[in-house]
């Protein structure tokens, strides 16, 4: 990871942003607003970390959706400030890594072996796995040569998300129709 990958400690001391982010395993980085529906950061935003549009990071909390932690790409938003208990990372080289291959790869499972192996047994504490940056930059990725396929795999999985997405969507105006129509029915 190291090899691909910086770690990121740019704090946000100017206040250049003030919109307080979280990670969610379905959801990525979203507004803590939005996702908790309440504000979870504190007042004084200037000692998290400054994240920006295309940069990642690794959320240490383990849920039964990502059971060790979630690694997510910022695309929502122009920036937006994280908690420093995050591992935040940009990519070195992007003529040499293709970034939405990244975020296709931290969407499966293949990397969870690496993380499983440095996170020390009994490592679960209060919900975060005890997985220190340089450990987590010492991990091992599965990552094509070729950029070509670097960013054909990328593009595949991101159409797919995209298919997925106009799917649901249109499910979820099928029924709120087939809701009505019963609802004329009855009347």
Do not use: C
């Amino acid at each position: 990871m190291g090899e691909i990958a910086n770690r990121i400690t740019r704090k946000n001391q100017n206040l250049e942003s003030t919109l307080p982010l979280t990670i969610s395993a379905q959801y990525g980085l979203i507004d803590q607003n939005e996702f908790f529906d309440k504000r979870i950061a504190s007042k004084d935003v200037s000692g998290y970390y400054l994240l920006k549009k295309g940069e990642f990071a690794y959320n240490k909390s383990y849920s039964s959706d990502a059971p060790w932690g979630a690694v997510k790409r910022l695309d929502r938003y122009e920036n937006g400030v994280l908690s420093t208990l995050y591992i935040v990372f940009e990519l070195i080289d992007k003529d040499k890594t293709d970034s939405d291959f990244i975020v296709s790869y931290y969407d499966t499972d293949r990397w969870y072996k690496e993380v499983q192996a440095i996170a020390a047994e009994g490592a679960r504490n209060h919900g975060l796995l005890n997985i220190s940056p340089n450990d987590f930059f010492e991990t091992e990725l599965i990552i094509p040569k070729s950029v070509a396929e670097q960013q054909a795999i990328g593009a595949y999985f991101k159409n797919l998300d995209h298919l997925i997405t106009l799917h649901q969507r249109k499910l979820e105006t099928l029924k709120k129709l087939k809701k009505s129509m019963l609802q004329k029915m009855f009347i």
